[in-house]
């Protein structure tokens, strides 16, 4: 243990720990901006100087490890001076248009203001001496250097975390920006558009494409009918946007906020998870029986599951070689989308060409999904427009609900039932588990052996699960596995996929099934989630979904009746003709860069 | 343009395939093609498995890792004050009229590229400048011409 | 203050029989080196002035078996020059004071760190590394020196940005601690020695700590090379010993007529004429690199101020903001000023935000932006202004 003094305080912390820390535990608040609890220590922002007894300047804290003896104080004059310039410096290369911003009171830049800068600005406005485009080329986010105050958050977001790094530091001087490879629109990089950097950008420098406008168009239109559909990483994160503390569900209120803002039928996502289990789940098995038993060559092992698009263009750009180890099972919100312009539209009888389909996601790489050719299935685009989870508060809010004082409702029927099963797909090692449970049973006829279904191996936030699975008395028509181990992997965040797609790539390992997902914690940590994100509030998101699945009294996909009956009345069997046409989907190639 | 063929394999051989052999590389297709194009830039980003922008941002830290086309030529005339006290402006003048082009700008027979650069280290013999490698010093309207018609006539 | 008054030196250059020095130096022990470097008093030639002894103590005291010594040849501040004299006459005392430091350090690999603007002597820098090298096999030490090129920025040369680079990186500066001496090259202990360094070094063990002592004051011990240019009849590299007063030097180097001594390169400071005898060239007075930039009253302190600031705002890495966007308003302010458009008291803001730099960038170099500014514009005020 070391100790130091702190504003005069005496503060004992484990050797290592940084000055900033140390002053956290003391209840001391050091101002940061480049600082993130999810990247490695950049120093560069400078917002956090302290002044250190005897040093020669004063020193970054969010850098700096404590040592023996050191005494440190947090707020002198020296460190408000120098704190005051730094704010306003990095105000003098921002174009703070600030109430026609996105990040508006959600800027931590416009919070540092607040506090230190206001009134007269002392230096001089520096974004006419640099010309700048917004690139508004994704369909996910848009990115606007002007707004960018170069913490490299995002860069370091998109390495770290991501192993994409689809975007980097360039040039240098009063030039050094982020930019994509030679300043390429985001839309033809290798950018994921998974929307991690969005939901660490301090500013409005790196926002998702907002589509709230053209949903209250669709909702205002009396021709149409607006559909709209809720991920399952939603309902946990949601309240953080609306003033409730991370973890908390809030199910019932959403759906009677949305019947409130208008849409015509709320409808749940996780019916289309628990479809997706059991067209993956057949996949996955009828891929094991034509390799094992007829041994099909054209098919490959292991199968990676498909429903996180920020992991498809992930492997498209990297790995395309190994396209086709994924399951051509569409995504929830993509089979979502195909329904809901057929089957619902039939079972309604509505013109499907009056049907808007909108979808709520803790993704803003689902908005990229949407746009893709292949998702035109039904005829029309499946899914029209795609919201994050921020843009759904901020039509509540725009909506002027009182959303604490709201009644809990449930989703509509049909396209609104769900099991436990397909709310665990919202966190890292959730379809697995969903798959395993249905996929167990199909092939013995006996739920999987973990206690209360919980299949907990595959649960939690180490970046790579393993997990092996002994099939025992299997039913006759799937006796080629008896006694077989199955053997599952599981990885979230694309650094933690690329480590195991390697892995599988080289032959270091071999698997059967793989769940991948782009984000850290899968989609509680998605990047249309809630800001701001660390490990915390993605554990108690994660804890939250798995309240949800244990209070569910179906935690089965097969046993969702809506789901027994659209192939009943609909779809007629898994992976049957219907379900290829409206269901699967193909992978294309994309460049390096 | 050009296209690199085999060079950068060939680069990646000699020199490795680490990031620390980034550089090296960097500077061996420079050397020999005055500028780095982004189909360079990508071969080399697939050789050392890093991301293209790495390469790009990297690149483009180091002013003389053009990632702009550049002529066969680059002159670089010292625009640091001793350099800038003892006439720079004479000599830019000069090699603006000689290659008519502007400072920032390329021959169109891609001969030349005229840009400034920061200090090159031969203030005591100023004004100075590098044309590709090699420095020239004591410059003179004169001299200048002379040592670019050299370059011309090659 | 000790002031030794103006007297050439002919250390650096002087030609030597590197291998009796090699000799001497490895039949010596590691601490017994150490020893002789800290005795004479030896601080960095770059700049920074950090006691080289020192420097090779603590990465020697280090455990890990792989260490570097790396050679800091990105000699970019303006107007310094020496060291690529120094490689260009006598590159075989760079590779012996590397060797020796290797030896000291307990380090067998050396990396010299060469700015791409001197990449010309490249050809002959590597027939001299091959006889080098076959030197110091028959003599029995194991040791390897590699280039590394830079290619132009400025930031490289400091010491931590170079590691950057040769790693392949953006030289951007890394926090500290961990310093290089347990952290450096590849994360392993080095030493990073400025050129000149390396040769002063080897001379040092050539002719004993306590004899090289006695050149220079308490606080600047030994010689020096300088790069003088500017107004000045006669520009050049010179060895002058430490302890010599700036006007002594404007005696020897100026024109008749010089008004101002920038010391130290662009990062220096400015010393005006009413404080030429006070100030001492040194470490107890203005330290340098080396570079020594005589500015006579033909030249507007304006224009030699705006230049420099242009220089910082380009070869400043930009990753802190201090120094980012602090160069850049310090640069537009003097415009600002320059034009009417602000008023003459805005250089007290500037002045204010100059201290900020110092104080609150990442690195050296933004820490000392505000030497020259604070410096020129307290002593030429109205030439700033009008």
Redesign the interface.
């Known amino acids: 243990m070391i100790t130091l003094k702190i504003n005069d305080q005496l503060a004992k912390v484990k050797e290592g720990t940084t000055v900033l820390n140390a002053a956290k535990s003391l209840g001391i608040n050091i101002p940061t901006l480049c600082n993130h609890q999810d990247l490695c220590?950049?120093?560069?922002?400078?917002?956090c100087?302290v002044e250190q007894k005897g040093a020669r300047?004063?020193i970054?804290s969010c850098?700096?490890?404590v040592s023996e003896g050191m005494e440190i104080h947090t707020n002198s004059l020296?460190v408000r001076?120098?704190r005051k310039?730094?704010v306003e410096?990095?105000l003098?290369?921002h174009r703070a248009d600030c109430t026609k911003c996105y990040k508006n009171q959600n800027c931590e830049l416009q919070t540092l203001a607040n506090e230190f800068s206001f009134g007269e600005h002392?230096?001089?406005d520096?974004t006419e001496?640099h010309p700048y485009s917004i690139d508004r080329s994704s369909p996910s986010f848009s990115k606007d250097d002007s707004k960018c105050?170069?913490c490299?958050r995002c860069v370091r977001t998109c390495?770290e975390l991501q192993h994409?790094?689809?975007?980097?530091?360039?040039?240098?001087?009063?030039?050094?920006k982020v930019?994509?490879?030679?300043n390429r629109p985001m839309s033809h990089?290798?950018c994921t558009n998974c929307g991690q950097c969005v939901n660490r950008c301090p500013t409005g420098a790196l926002t998702e494409k907002t589509y709230i406008d053209q949903v209250w168009d669709a909702i205002y239109d009396p021709d149409k009918h607006v559909v709209v559909q809720t991920a399952p990483a939603v309902r946990v994160a949601l309240g953080e946007d609306l003033g409730y503390d991370p973890g908390q569900r809030v199910t019932g209120k959403m759906v009677t906020a949305l019947r409130q803002i208008g849409f015509d039928s709320v409808l749940d996502t996780d019916f289309t998870a628990d479809l997706t289990i059991m067209e993956e789940g057949t996949e996955l098995l009828t891929r094991l029986k034509k390799i094992l038993v007829d041994g099909d060559k054209k098919l490959a092992l292991p199968m990676f599951t498909s429903c996180s698009p920020g992991w498809i263009k992930f492997i498209e750009h990297k790995y395309p070689q190994m396209l086709n180890n994924l399951s051509t099972c569409k995504s929830p919100q993509q089979m979502f989308g195909a329904l809901a312009k057929t089957f619902y539209a039939q079972k309604r009888n509505i013109d499907p060409s009056k049907i808007v389909s909108v979808s709520v996601m803790p993704c803003t790489a689902k908005k990229f999904e949407a746009d893709r050719p292949e998702m035109r299935s039904s005829g029309y685009k499946d899914v029209d427009f795609v919201l994050t989870t921020r843009e759904l508060a901020v039509m509540i809010r725009q909506a002027g609900i009182d959303f604490r004082a709201l009644e809990e409702s449930k989703y509509d029927s049909i396209m609104g039932s769900s099991t436990g099963a397909a709310v665990i797909f919202g966190a890292t090692g959730g379809v697995m588990e969903a798959a395993l449970r249905t996929a167990y049973e199909i092939v013995t006829g006996r739920s999987v052996p973990f206690k209360n279904l919980d299949i907990t191996p595959v649960r939690g936030m180490e970046g790579v699960k393993e997990a092996t699975i002994k099939i025992e008395g299997t039913k006759k028509e799937w006796n080629f596995l008896e006694g077989a181990e199955l053997k599952v992997a599981i990885a979230h965040g694309l650094v933690n996929a690329n480590k195991l797609v390697k892995a599988v790539s080289t032959g270091k390992a071999s698997y059967h099934f793989i769940e991948i997902m782009a984000c850290p914690g899968g989609c509680i940590g998605g990047g249309g989630q809630p800001i701001p994100t660390n490990i915390d509030i993605r554990k108690k998101r994660m804890e939250a979904i798995y309240s949800e699945d244990s209070g569910m009294s179906l935690r089965k996909s097969h046993e969702n009746p809506e789901v027994i009956a659209i192939y009943k009345e609909f779809l007629e069997e898994p992976n049957g003709h219907k379900s290829h046409e409206l269901l699967h989907t193909h992978y294309v190639q994309r460049e390096?860069? | 343009m050009y296209h690199t063929g085999n060079l950068v394999k060939e680069l990646a051989d000699k020199h490795g395939r680490q990031r620390e052999n980034l550089m090296p590389i960097l500077q061996d297709i420079v050397r020999k093609y005055n500028y780095l194009t982004?189909e360079a830039?990508?071969e080399v980003?697939?050789e050392l498995d890093?991301?293209?922008?790495?390469?790009?941002?990297?690149a483009?830290?180091y002013t003389f890792l053009d990632?702009q086309e550049r002529g066969k030529n680059v002159i670089r005339v010292c625009k640091t004050i001793t350099c800038s006290m003892k006439g720079k402006n004479d000599i830019i003048a000069v090699l603006e009229d000689i290659l008519k082009i502007k400072v920032g700008e390329t021959t169109p027979d891609k001969m030349f590229t005229l840009v400034e650069t920061n200090c090159i280290g031969w203030c005591h013999k100023a004004p100075a400048m590098l044309i590709n490698d090699m420095p020239y010093t004591d410059l003179t309207p004169q001299t200048v011409i002379d040592v670019v018609k050299g370059y011309m006539s090659k | 203050m000790e002031n030794k008054g103006l007297s050439k030196v002919d250390l650096i250059f002087e030609e030597i029989n590197a291998k009796e020095v090699l000799q001497k130096a490895f039949a010596m022990t590691s601490e017994e080196i150490i020893q002789q470097v800290l005795e004479s008093g030896l601080k960095g030639r770059g700049g920074a002035g950090f006691p080289t002894g020192l420097k090779w103590k603590y990465t020697a005291a280090e455990k890990e078996s792989e260490k570097y010594i790396v050679c800091n040849a990105d000699e970019g501040e303006p107007g310094t020059f020496k060291d690529r004299e120094i490689l260009d006459k006598v590159p075989y005392k760079v590779y012996g004071g590397m060797a020796i430091a290797g030896k000291a350090m307990g380090a067998r690999k050396g990396f010299i760190y060469l700015r791409g603007e001197y990449r010309f002597l490249l050809p002959q820098l590597f027939i001299e590394l091959h006889k080098f090298h076959k030197m110091i096999k028959e003599i029995g030490f194991d040791f390897q020196i590699e280039y590394r090129m830079g290619s132009g920025?400025y930031?490289c040369g400091e010491e931590s940005a170079l590691f950057e680079s040769i790693e392949g990186f953006?030289g951007e500066p890394r926090?500290k601690?961990p310093y290089p001496t347990t952290s450096g090259l590849f994360s392993k202990p080095t030493s990073i020695n400025n050129v000149e360094t390396l040769v002063t070094a080897m001379m040092i063990i050539k002719m004993g700590g306590a004899e090289y002592v006695k050149l220079g004051t308490k606080d600047s011990r030994g010689s020096k090379v300088f790069s003088i240019s500017g107004d000045t009849p006669i520009p050049g590299i010179f060895e002058l010993e430490l302890g010599m007063s700036v006007q002594e030097f404007v005696n020897e180097f100026g024109d008749g007529d010089t008004k101002a001594v920038q010391v130290g390169g662009a990062s220096g400071f400015c010393v005006p004429r009413k404080r030429f005898i006070e100030t001492i060239i040194g470490f107890e007075g203005v330290p340098t690199g080396g570079s020594m930039k005589l500015f006579n009253s033909s030249r507007s302190m304006y224009n030699v101020l705006h230049n420099y600031l242009e220089f910082?705002?380009?070869?400043?890495?930009?990753?802190?903001?201090?120094c980012?966007?602090?160069?850049?308003?310090l640069l537009?302010?003097i415009e600002?000023v320059k034009k009417g458009e602000?008023k003459s008291t805005y250089l007290n803001?500037l002045i204010?935000?100059a201290d900020?730099m110092?104080?609150?960038?990442?690195c050296g170099l933004g820490?000392s932006v505000g030497n020259a500014f604070r410096s020129i514009v307290e002593n030429f005020r109205e030439e700033v202004i009008y």
């Open positions: 220590v950049a120093g560069n922002c400078r917002v100087v300047t004063l970054a850098a700096m490890p020296k001076n120098a310039h730094i410096l990095l003098s290369e002392i230096f001089f520096l001496d105050i170069r490299q390495a994409v790094s689809a975007i980097a530091v360039s040039n240098k001087g009063s030039e050094m930019s994509s490879f030679h990089v290798v390096s860069y | 982004d830039m990508v980003a697939t890093i991301s293209a922008a790495e390469v790009y941002g990297t483009s830290f990632t | 920025a930031i953006r926090n601690p910082f705002t380009e070869e400043s890495c930009g990753q802190c903001t201090p980012r966007v602090g160069c850049q308003q537009k302010g600002k602000a803001e204010k935000l900020t110092k104080v609150a960038s990442k820490q």
